[in-house]
């Protein structure tokens, strides 16, 4: 019989439905980087906890553990208190990191923004900036505290010092079929954030048709998860519920969606994306103390927007990032052929015509992306190559009213698209004889850790 304390017996115990102490989730986590832990044996663990659950307490201690698992980032006293983040539990068609960083970097806000890859059909930030010709995501901590020191943000992947449980589990909860685990969801996002050091944190909760968590109830529950343990861990950290059944925006694609963020840059854009880019933004720059509320905060990110200072941060930003100067000032104030220049475009772009009238209701964002998926601008696994110039634009939107033959998307691709894909794309646009009852909701949900909405006399204030 194995003894007490011994992976077997912690896997049986959590198995068995019972809970885990602090300790033996550290023992757990130590087995993972120490390599003492079979595979088998974390697959276990991982299923044992996504049949069982676990409570907050453990979440939490699972976090921490894996937090304490490799390097932690320090960042000079007197950046404390603005040490800023965002984390999207990921969309389509979301390219809100690109805009927010250098936008709560021109309003005083010190942003290591550490992102993702796209796996199946959710795009990741760091694949759309290598659409960039020259961006480097992977920096050293000491390479990531000059770019905060010189433009106030920078987006790097996961650097190989920090969590490195994390990285073990985030790739066997894919061939385990445990990614949809909340405890293990909440510790693997906040492990990351916890390495970093931040002063505050806000997370995009996605649901519906094209998102992680299928319902909105599901959402609310993994966006309590997380801000709660944010609290415990001594971050400040609020969530908002964003509904994922239509794309974010109008550009799809990792170029295209580089385009779309530079127009929000300009001050211009899809209302929608400005609409979540300042809001995230408006929350944390209230949780640093640099707004009065939420509301000012979103006050203070549009005149960024407006006012050219967010759009001359993230051209800096590209700059200490490895991207030429020349290249950087082409993609950032050019012409929009110019810009085109820069990214590169697909050889064919085909418009697709709506197959009858009506007023649109939806357009689906699954079928998009599945399609865009196999077209190239997807990967089936980590390491895959992808194609930055496949993807989409929505030449309609929820709301507008469609005559038959009447163009409502025009696909960017390098071949490959076949009847059976555009009939997928033709099933993504939802009509209707009626006018929609009301414009579709982009914030559906706030969520902090009182649960007081941001600006009300008695919401949490931030410690100063």
Known sequence: MAAQGSLPALIRKKRDGHRLEEAEIQSFVRGITQGTAQQGQIGAMLMAIRLRGMDLRETLALTRAMAASGRTLAWPQAWHGRLADKHSTGGVGDKVSLVLAPALAACGCKVPMISGRGLGHTGGTLDKLEAIPGFRVSLSPEEMQDALERVGCCIVGQSEELCPADRVLYALRDVTATVDSLPLITASILSKKAAEQLSALVLDVKYGGAALCPTRDSARQLAQSLVWVCSELGL?????????????????????????????????????????????????????????????????????????????????????????????????????????????????????KALQGGWVQQIEALPLAHVLHRLGA??????????????????????????????????????????EGRKALQAALRLSPEAPSGPPEFVTETILPTGAMPGSADAPRPPA
């Open 378 to 419: 997807g990967r089936e696994r980590a390491g895959d190559p992808i194609n930055h110039r496949v993807g989409a634009e929505l030449l309609a939107t929820a709301g507008q009213r469609l005559e038959e033959g009447e163009a409502w998307l025009r696909v960017h691709h390098d071949g490959g698209l076949d009847e």
């Open 236 to 352: 400040q950290g609020s969530a908002v519920l964003t509904p994922m059944s239509q794309p974010l925006g109008r550009r799809l694609g990792h170029s295209l969606e580089v385009l779309e963020a530079l127009e929000a840059l300009h001050g211009a854009g899809p209302p929608d994306l400005r609409l979540l880019v300042t809001m995230l933004g408006g929350l944390l720059l209230w949780q640093c103390s640099l707004a009065g509320s939420a509301e000012q905060g979103q006050q203070l990110l549009g005149a960024a927007l407006d006012n050219g200072s967010a759009l001359a941060t993230f051209e800096a930003m590209l700059g200490v990032q490895g991207v030429a100067p020349n290249t950087a000032q082409l993609l950032c104030t050019g012409a929009p052929a110019q810009r085109w220049q820069v990214l590169g475009q697909a050889s064919i772009q085909e418009e697709l």
